[in-house]
């Protein structure tokens, strides 16, 4: 017999997020966070249970009868909209709860010493265990690669689609003969042309460049593919008046001066438009009076800015390049 928190799960993960999210903060943080580890635990949900779920609590809407939902990215997506700020603690005991993630154990050590026992592995196994771990911990290792290695990691990386639990399992094992480290097993998505972007976005310029440039050589679509799901300095531009606006408030001067050295002229005008008249005058001095600068220092300050915005997307203040495209096309 289900029980009513897989009931309100299912319920939940079979509406849009934004009505599971306001449903959702109706209730009490502990219901949240059972409601959340239901969702989170859920792989896949025959439609005859979702039908004789929604057909109780709803009474109607067969189009809702779909097999695939859950999983733990759409637990966090809910608990983050239902209760804001407030999610922080809920997520940890949901995650804590469900499972120990996969290679999970690999982020308490240095990233050098985990090259040092992956640089000889098999490409594929690389890519496997780089999905599974920060964007900021992957692009450390892969600078680390030799170049033909970076490549193929690279590629493996982004053309990587669901890993069966057992090969997951058999790297993991490998890992902690070696080790000597405890580990936990999952089955989850990795890889993908987005899991590239994010460890590119996060490398140095000198890595990010090299990889690019050497993938182009052979996969050129794939590298556009990768290209479009990156977000660089020069993105920037192609983003609202609105959102520049917001930027311009959480930026300095001093850093425009520095980071617009090095931008596109398409760029630099879009920002000089949103400032007045006076703040646009007194940037382009600073910039004048910069004179020579080192491309080092241009791209960490340019790098800075773009963390900034990245920080002002997850915050919802601004809607980012996606949305401003979007609104161009209905235009």
Known sequence: MTSNVRKAAILLASLPQDEAAQLMSRLKPKQVEAVSIEIARMDHVDA??????IQEFAQSNPSLFLSDVGGF?????????????DATDTLENVQQTIEALPFGFLRKIDPQNLLTFIADEHPQTIALILCHLPPSYGAEIIAGLPPETQLQVTKRIATMGQTRPEVIQQVEE?????????????????????????????????TE???????????????????????????IAKLSDKDIQTILKNVETSQWALALKGASE??????????SKRAAQMLEEEMEFLGAVRVSDVESVQQQIVEIVRRLEDAGQISGVGAAEEEELIE
């Open 209 to 235: 460049r090299s990889l690019l440039e050497n993938l182009a050589q052979d996969d050129p679509e794939l590298v556009e593919e990768i290209r479009r799901r990156m977000f660089v300095f020069d993105d």
């Open 266 to 275: 398409d760029l630099k005008q879009k920002i000089l438009d949103n400032m």
């Open 48 to 53: 005859s249970e979702q039908e004789s779920v």
């Open 174 to 206: 490998a890992l902690e003969r070696r080790m000597a480290l405890l580990m936990g097993q999952a089955f989850e998505r990795a890889g993908g042309v987005e899991s590239v972007a994010e460890i590119l976005n996060v490398a140095d310029r000198t």
């Open 73 to 85: 990215d759409l637990a966090k997506a809910l608990v983050e909209k239902a209760l804001g700020k």
